[in-house]
């Protein structure tokens, strides 16, 4: 039997509320370790799906360079 309409609806809401979470999260960490958040980079963030974001969220400790991340959202 496949999902509602409904049960798709609270999937997707429940998939972008988890990718913002990330987000809230990532864009302080980003802007505290290189000491900013270029605007080009946010805006990349913003337009992230939920993989490139963890795959992010992950490395966070290994990344020496603002590029590193660039590399990710290419």
């Known amino acids: 039997m496949g999902k509602s309409h409904a049960q798709k609806i609270l999937e ?10 990330i987000l809230t999260t990532l864009k302080p960490m980003i ?10 980079l946010e805006e990349k963030l913003d337009h992230a799906d939920r993989e490139e974001l963890i795959k992010i969220r992950d ?6 360079s603002l590029e590193e991340i660039r590399e990710i959202l290419e």
Request: charged letters at 40%.
């Open 59 to 64: 490395g966070m400790f290994d990344f020496e």
């Open 12 to 21: 997707e809401g429940m998939e972008k509320g988890i990718e913002e979470g």
């Open 31 to 40: 802007a505290k370790k290189f000491s900013r958040l270029p605007a080009d």
